[in-house]
């Protein structure tokens, strides 16, 4: 603990273990009461329990990096092995089950399908450069008197909110997935990825048979996760991986199928907005954070896929460097600064004071 590492020893005392466990369950009580609602940020702030910049107050039996009221018990211990030798609470470890280091294979991405016609039939409805406020019945567990209205995406409406580039940058391919509680059967939803797809033959996947329903576990040695404890895309593991190319514009329509009553086993918000993080790409495009949208929505995102630059570098495409593999072998040259390509992205949530919180819940995946 000496040299800043935040959990406990393997062999700290048993008090100190149980410092640590009393301090992890208040603050998941105080998280699981701002999650759902039952105090504000602001509460939390005038409690003195929460700092200006969303940190926990370093008080004892609540902060991980409060001082500890006991001896180190073990090789945390700074030397003294006396009470208040400035040796933090710490957090206690995770519970591991009995499972051993490196014991099963770490299986591959989940491929997501590409559409080739977003604008002609992938999506239904058809895409559109303003939020389509279409109306629909909500769900009964927002409270709301039966029979009430909202609009199918959640995109803020109006022109101000409208997708930049959305007709010189057209989408060409199509990408659909939902925020969902953990399922058990991978083929939950057919309408999105109806299954395990790592694309290459389970020899290049430590043997993984891919046709086999895959429990949202993180081992095989570890209990299966109750579905309110994790929410991922399509509510299933292994994490997705979205392909893309420069000058292929992507429509990524994400629909949320979380709880309406956000019923989330003390932490995350079923409110989201995603962020395809680093992308040259407007807010309105990509997960502004006060763009969430709400359980029964979708939320119709426009990923561009353009170099920094593409106004005033390059272009005509002329330059080779700036360009993306074709499937005839060659390569589409594209406009921008050849500079600023990226490859390997991730998308994540992005809503407004709970971003850690639902990455940490699952609402993370590769690009």
């Not at 800043?4 to 640590?20: M, N, T, W």
């Not at 208040?26 to 998280?31: D, K, T």
């Not at 092995?81 to 991405?109: E, H, K, Y």
């Not at 593409?310 to 005509?316: E, K, L, P, Q, Y």
């Amino acid at each position: 603990m000496s040299d800043g590492f935040i959990y406990l020893p393997k062999d700290a005392s048993k008090a100190r273990v149980r410092e640590a466990e009393n301090a992890r369950k208040n603050r998941a009580e105080i998280l699981r009461a701002y999650s759902q609602g039952k105090v504000t940020r602001r509460e939390l702030m005038k409690w003195g329990l929460i700092t200006a910049g969303g940190a926990l107050a370093p008080i004892g039996g609540l902060s991980p990096f409060a001082t500890s009221v006991y001896a180190s018990g073990g090789s945390g211990s700074s030397g003294s092995g006396n009470v208040g030798n400035g040796i933090p609470t710490g957090a206690p470890r995770s519970p591991l089950f009995g499972v051993q280091d490196f014991s099963t294979p770490m299986p591959r991405f989940d491929v997501i399908r590409r559409g080739n016609n977003p604008m002609g039939g992938d999506l239904t409805p058809v895409p559109q450069a303003c939020s389509n406020q279409t109306m629909q019945v909500l769900d009964a567990g927002f409270g709301l008197p039966a029979g009430s209205m909202g609009p199918i995406e959640g995109r803020p409406p109006g022109a101000i909110w409208a997708h930049q580039g959305f007709n010189d940058h057209a989408p060409q391919i199509s990408v659909e997935m939902s925020q969902a509680q953990a399922q058990k059967n991978p083929g939950f939803n057919a309408i999105n990825n109806t299954g395990y797809n790592p694309q290459v033959d389970s020899k290049y996947n430590s043997g993984i048979d891919s046709t086999q329903d895959i429990d949202c576990k993180f081992h095989p040695g570890f209990p299966t996760q109750d579905a309110n404890s994790v929410w991922t895309f399509n509510g299933t593991i292994p994490p997705k991986l979205v392909q893309g190319r420069y000058g292929e514009p992507i429509l990524f329509r994400h629909h949320n199928k979380l709880p309406a009553n956000n019923a989330n086993n003390g932490f995350g918000k079923n409110t989201i907005s995603t962020h395809e993080h680093n992308g040259h790409h407007g807010a309105e495009n990509d997960g502004f954070t006060g763009a969430f949208f709400f359980p029964g929505q979708f939320y119709d995102y426009h990923w561009p896929i353009v170099l920094a630059g593409f106004r005033s570098v390059n272009t005509a495409a002329s330059d080779p460097r700036a360009g993306s593999p074709a499937d005839n072998g060659g390569i589409n040259n594209v406009p921008g600064d050849w500079h600023e390509t990226m490859s390997t992205h991730w998308f994540h949530d992005h809503m407004f004071t709970f971003t850690s919180q639902n990455v940490y819940k699952g609402n993370a995946a590769m690009f």
